[in-house]
């Protein structure tokens, strides 16, 4: 896994792109990757990386890297989600989700819409620290894989 990493950074930084610009879109890309809406996030690194003038498939390699995590952390957004708000008995798991669609589907597919504004609210409130963690720790890893490559291209000349 490190090794593949390596290649990928080192594509992208002989590919002139700067350290600063890879470190955002692993930081962008995680945290717009673990969105609480499945099939979001990668339309979501696409308007980024046009927004911000970033590397698309550089962005997209790591929303597709950080996808099993987005699974992973589906339960905890909404159930963080419906504590914060005061609903998290509302789509209890197992034979009380299934009675509850079974006998009132609409009303199950509306309190399922709620709890998932709670989540995607809860992912508004953690994802800007994210990104700052994240960028503040790839940032300097990414700077000192670069210079390594300038002074391996320099002492080879």
Known sequence: MVIKFTKWAKSLLQGGMEPKKIAFCIALGTALGIFPVLGASSLLCMLAAFALRLNLPAIQAVNYLVYPLQIILLAPFYG???????????????????????????????????????????????????????????KPLIGSFAGSLQRRRSSRN
Do not use: C, H
């Open 80 to 138: 963080f989600g419906g504590w914060l708000f005061g609903q998290q008995s509302r789509l209890s798991g197992g034979e009380g989700l299934i009675y509850r669609l079974q006998n009132d589907f609409w009303k199950s597919m509306a309190d399922f819409w709620d709890l998932t504004l709670y989540a995607v609210f809860t992912w508004l409130i953690i994802s800007p620290f994210l990104v700052l963690l994240l960028y503040n720790i790839s």
